[in-house]
Every structure is written in structure tokens, then in C-alpha cells.
């Protein structure tokens, strides 16, 4: 993962779960605005979220961001 993507999960997860406590879920469509505007750092994101790791829909911020603090 590039660290641009890195950067931007672990930036949208801490303001998350600054807004909305530890329980918040999220989709990788959280890390980007609703207009496809870098189709390639959307793809990254879809195939590590999708292909990768085989996550469901909404997952944890907090466990999205430990496995991106841990390198997964």
C-alpha cells in the first residue's frame, strides 16, 4: 500500500473515532469524497480492503487502523 492510502485511512479513522467513539464502522469508500477523482488509489484501497483481507462491508475503524499501524 502506498503511503499516500496509508496516510489517508489512518487520518479518516482517527477523526472518526474522535466523532463517533471506537465502535464506528467504515467502508473504504470512507477515505475518499463521493466523486471518483484517483480511480487508481480507489482501486488500491477496493483490492486491499476486498481481495487482501476479504473484509466485510463495514469494519471497525479502530481495527481498520491497527492493521494499517501494523503493516497488513
Known amino acids: 500500500m502506498r503511503e499516500a492510502l496509508r496516510a489517508k485511512i ?13 465502535k464506528v464502522g467504515l467502508s473504504f469508500y ?15 484501497a477496493a483490492t486491499w480492503w476486498i481481495q487482501t483481507h476479504k473484509l466485510d462491508h463495514f469494519v ?11 503493516g497488513l
Not at 10 to 22: N, P
Not at 60 to 70: D, G, L
Request: charged share 40%; glycine share 2%.
Open 10 to 22: 489512518m487520518t479518516v479513522c482517527e477523526k472518526k473515532i474522535m466523532l463517533k467513539g471506537d
Open 60 to 70: 471497525k475503524a479502530k481495527v481498520i487502523k491497527e492493521m494499517v499501524k501494523r
Open 30 to 44: 470512507a477515505f475518499f469524497a463521493n466523486k471518483n477523482d484517483d480511480p487508481d488509489l480507489l482501486m488500491e
